[in-house]
């Protein structure tokens, strides 16, 4: 498979653990009801460990990773759960990461995503299941999004695939319902792209299966594509 990654900036077996986490709690919560106006950034200045899932529930703002590792030992959760909020992940240093660090009999989860917008437009999120999205606007524009299960799953809503990576060990894009577009980026995954009803647009786009057990772009239940580039 080879997408194993792991927490580049560790120190020993973990990330550096301080109040950093609380620290994050608070910018968190202070960009709710922030506008695009305001152009709130969370911008990440030291590697730390999560021991909860975050929850925010409006607000636009964009998380920086600024080259630093963010790393998750919540079992069976996710890092951060957003709801009705429009938020961009970018790096804006190098090697940035949000990574749900799975164990033995355990799988920790990325960001579920509820009617918002969420961008990666940099760094890397990596999880077991990495985007979990619900009736919400998905782009990916750049960085990776990689999964153990699926890169990003979305059930209505939209997705958009412009550059970046899509790296999973089994589903790349796996939607319901929704309005999926593919105009670039690479994917490397065992079933590249899955789409049950929605509509299906591929323009230019590179694939990589990374199973000879997989499929390139599986469509099902009255999905509408058109696919020219790819």
């Not at 990773?65 to 009705?84: D, K, R, T």
């Not at 606007?137 to 999004?145: C, E, F, L, M, R």
């Not at 990576?165 to 980026?185: A, H, N, R």
């Amino acid at each position: 498979m080879g997408r194993r990654r792991f927490c580049h900036k560790l120190f020993g077996s973990h990330c550096i653990k301080s109040n950093l986490e609380q620290h994050i709690i608070t910018h968190l919560l202070a960009v709710e009801n922030c506008t695009a106006e305001d152009q709130a950034v969370v911008k990440i200045l030291q590697s730390f460990t999560l021991t909860k899932t975050h929850k925010v529930n409006s607000g636009v703002f964009t998380i920086d990773l600024n080259g630093q590792c963010v790393e998750s030992y919540v079992n069976s959760a996710y890092m951060l759960e957003i709801n009705g909020v429009s938020v961009t992940i970018t790096d804006s240093s190098e090697g940035g990461m949000l990574f749900g660090n799975s164990g033995v009999d355990k799988w920790r989860s990325g960001i579920s995503a509820t009617n918002s917008t969420l961008e990666i437009a940099g760094g890397t999120v990596d999880a077991y299941y990495c985007i979990t999205a619900t009736n919400c606007n998905v782009i990916i524009s750049g960085g990776t999004a990689a999964g153990g299960r699926h890169a990003v799953s979305a059930t209505g809503g939209a997705v958009n695939v412009s550059g970046g990576t899509i790296d999973s060990d089994k589903y790349g894009v796996q939607t319901t319902d929704s309005e999926v577009t593919i105009s670039g980026g690479y994917f490397n995954a065992v079933d590249t792209i899955g789409c049950s009803g929605g509509t299906l647009t591929v323009s230019d786009v590179t694939f990589h299966a990374n199973s000879t057990n997989g499929d390139g772009v599986s469509i099902s239940n009255g999905c509408i594509a058109t696919i020219s580039g790819a």
